[in-house]
């Protein structure tokens, strides 16, 4: 997983370590929602709490490819986690990019990867060694854009706004990829009872997400969707579970690399132009809000 935890990437974390178990490789971390140092300690914590020591976090880049840093810390709160206190990790530090690429190497088999962040780790790796990255990752599933409109600015969704430059890059490269953007994310949100029911298990885990998911900055940005919109989730569980809780078309993508008010937007639908890839345009709310729930309860 590449991600900026974030309090949707930590839900997104712990639901992949809890149905994939060892599955889960490695880790990247990348500045977005919060600086890059920040993102990597909440992903070791976020992994500790769920007795994942043994996954490798690597350090990744501290900014986007061209743009300047930015941060979401009044959606994530300052330290990224809506202020809960986690313990830190003892497992030692894995390294960085050089590290991810030898661990990259190193698998027996192509990984597939799963971005909840801005692509810039990933662009960098493409760029580097485009065959390495096109022989170790099979697919990549991102938690990013918008076919249509923004949340960050009126049109361009946050992901893709912090590191433009990077989408265009993955999405050019060659490497099969899944756009889990807005369209599918927003229609897809927790609602009372789903909390509920979270609140209800009890695993560590689960406390932990439904304090994350009660932050009042998170709650605010929320308030046009009648629940809580855990966007990285949804990505992770159109990794994990495929066609069975988002729908996907192909469509070709375009990002605007202009610098203009539309920085960041995805274009893309039957009318774009661009490399294709597949995009979600749905997601069962139901099936997802269950399936956490259920994850949840296996974690410690
Ligand atoms: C995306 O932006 C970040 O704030 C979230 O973690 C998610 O990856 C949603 O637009
Ligand atoms: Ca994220």
Redesign the pocket.
């Known amino acids: 997983m590449d991600v900026?935890t974030?309090?949707?990437?930590a839900v997104a974390l712990l639901l992949v370590r809890s149905v994939l178990g060892e599955g889960l490789r490695m880790v990247s971390a990348v500045s977005?929602?919060v600086p890059v140092e920040r993102a990597l300690e909440n992903t070791r914590r976020v992994l500790h709490l769920s007795g994942a020591d043994e996954v490798p976090v690597f350090r990744g880049a501290s900014a986007p490819l061209v743009a300047e840093p930015m941060a979401?810390l009044w959606?994530?709160g300052e330290d990224g986690l809506g202020g809960v206190e986690l313990e830190p990790s003892p497992a030692p530090p894995a390294g960085g990019l050089d590290e991810l690429r030898a661990a990259l190497e190193r698998e027996p088999a192509p990984v597939a990867l799963l971005a909840?962040?801005p692509l810039t780790n990933a662009a960098l790796l493409a760029r580097w060694d485009p065959r390495l990255f096109a022989r170790r990752v099979e697919r990549i599933v991102w938690?990013?854009g918008s076919w249509g409109r923004g949340?960050?600015t009126p049109a361009a969704?946050?992901?893709a706004r912090v590191d433009p430059e990077a989408v265009h890059i993955v999405a050019g490269s060659g490497v099969p990829m899944t756009m889990v953007g807005?369209n599918a994310?927003e229609g897809c949100p927790l609602d009372d009872g789903d909390m509920e029911r979270i609140g209800a298990v009890a695993t560590r885990s689960a406390r932990l997400v439904a304090t994350m998911l009660g932050y009042e900055g998170l709650r605010r940005v929320n308030r046009d969707f009648g629940g809580v919109v855990v966007?990285?989730a949804i990505a992770a569980a159109t990794l994990l579970w495929p066609g069975e809780v988002t729908a996907t078309r192909r469509y070709p993508l375009t990002v605007d690399l202009s610098h203009g008010p539309s920085y960041g937007a995805t274009l893309t639908g039957p009318v774009a132009t661009g490399p294709e890839v597949e995009v979600a345009v749905a997601a069962d709310r139901v099936r997802f809000a269950q399936r956490l729930a259920s994850a949840l309860a296996r974690l410690p």
Request: zero cysteines; aromatic letters at 4%; charged letters at 25%.
């Open positions: 900026d974030g309090i949707d990437d977005g929602n979401a959606v994530h909840t962040a938690m990013g949340n960050d969704e946050f992901n807005l994310t966007h990285d």
